[in-house]
Nanobody, 123 residues
Framework: QVQLVESGGGLVQAGGSLRLSCAAT????????MGWYRQAPGKQRELVAV???????NYADSVKGRFTISRANAKNTVYLQMNSLKPEDTAVYYC?????????????????WGQGTQVTVSS
């Protein structure tokens, strides 16, 4: 089975920085795309940033110029560097990946989610 293990959340003051990491574990053949979503209380989950196997990226307008997504393919890991954080960035951040992996002895492409990590930005 594939698991996504996140780390790096926490409490930071406005203007500060945090770096989130998400590592995919399991018998993985390749990862088509990895991304970060966030969900604030009372709001829907929204895409923050995504990076694809060709290293193309997309960002939510609200984070462009402040957040950078990157990946280490050899480690099946994606990072989210968050700078100039604002109180409105406060949310639970979830890692997402579209993974081609060995599942029950067969190769299978499936969508996976991490458990979420809390990011709190104080004003």
């Amino acid at each position: 089975q594939v698991q996504l293990v996140e780390s790096g959340g926490g409490l930071v003051q406005a203007g500060g920085s945090l770096r989130l990491s998400c590592a995919a574990t399991g018998i993985i053949f390749d990862i088509n795309a990895m991304g970060w979503y966030r969900q604030a209380p009372g709001k829907q989950r929204e895409l923050v940033a995504v990076i694809r196997s060709a290293s193309s990226t997309n960002y939510a307008d609200s984070v462009k110029g402040r957040f950078t997504i990157s990946r280490a393919n050899a480690k099946n890991t994606v990072y989210l560097q968050m700078n100039s954080l604002k109180p409105e960035d406060t949310a639970v951040y979830y890692c997402n990946a579209l993974v081609n992996a060995l599942v029950r002895d067969l190769p299978r492409i499936s969508d996976y989610w991490g458990q979420g990590t809390q990011v709190t930005v104080s004003s």
